[in-house]
């Protein structure tokens, strides 16, 4: 694995996303987007009418599922990888408290004055800890749980026990609703995130290339 990873490290370059997590990306952001906009029109089918509501549900529920695979693609990949190492929970608080609080002071302050990131990018340690929270809760915390509230929804007789369990359809609606929401300002500053790279392309590259070029973080 490391002699692999060694080959795929270019000089001047670092391997930082390998492919299977590039084509989750990809599919998982052209995915979420047609989601949200499906899902809007199902939900406000009274307000707007880009396709009717049966097409909405079709097409939502469709996608749903693709999101699903791509997922366990992207579980999978990690579960069988020593790359895990990313997603991994920093356990000491006192560690953790003082590398989030530098990290929150560098994008509200350094930043602008061209100071140096404090956050050493490694193929095993890539997330600064802003990135890595959010990113865990995102992938593991809200990603299941809109995964398991839109299979509640999308056949709520084959589900009704765990409905029932949740407190009802409106109680699973309700949740599947607010994750959106989340998701939404996640969306919104994530892509916004992806352009403070040293020119406002490079991370987008990188999401594209998986390479990293050495001085770009
Ligand atoms: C328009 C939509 C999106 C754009 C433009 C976008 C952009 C990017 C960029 C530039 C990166 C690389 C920089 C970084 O690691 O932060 C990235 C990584 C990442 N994005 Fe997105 N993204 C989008 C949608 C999403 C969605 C919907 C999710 C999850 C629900 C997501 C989750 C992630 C994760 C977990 C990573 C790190 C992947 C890894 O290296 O393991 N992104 N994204």
Redesign the pocket.
């Known amino acids: 694995m490391q002699a692999m990873q060694a080959n795929q490290t270019h000089v001047g370059q670092t391997y930082l ?1 390998p492919l299977p ?1 590039r084509i989750w ?1 990809w599919i ?2 052209l995915g ?2 047609l989601l949200m906009l499906t899902g809007v029109q199902i939900r406000y089918a009274d307000l707007f009418s880009v396709m009717t509501f049966e097409s909405a549900l079709n097409v939502h529920n469709w996608i749903g599922f693709v999101i699903i695979a791509n997922y366990f693609l992207w579980l999978g990949y990690y579960l069988t990888s020593d790359r895990i190492s ?1 997603y991994h929970a920093v356990l000491n608080a006192k560690d953790f408290f003082n590398n989030y609080y530098r990290q929150a002071v560098y994008y509200s302050y350094g930043i602008f004055r061209g100071e140096k990131r404090p956050h050493n990018v490694q193929p095993h340690d ?2 600064n800890p802003m ?1 890595r929270l959010t ?1 865990q809760v ?2 593991m915390i809200s ?1 299941p749980i809109q995964i398991v509230t839109g299979l509640m929804m999308w056949d709520v007789k084959r589900f009704e026990s765990w409905i029932a369990l949740a407190g009802g359809i409106r109680v699973v609606s309700t949740i599947h609703m607010l994750v959106f929401i989340l ?1 939404v300002v ?2 919104l500053v ?2 916004y ?2 352009v403070l790279g040293r020119k406002p392309s490079t ?2 590259k ?2 594209f290339t998986g390479y990293a070029e050495d001085g770009d973080h």
Request: aromatic residues 24%; charged residues 10%; neutral net charge.
């Open positions: 996303h997590v990306h998982n952001a979420f987007v990313n890539k997330f990135q990113y995102i992938m990603g998701f996640f969306i994530h892509a995130m992806g991370h987008y990188e999401m």
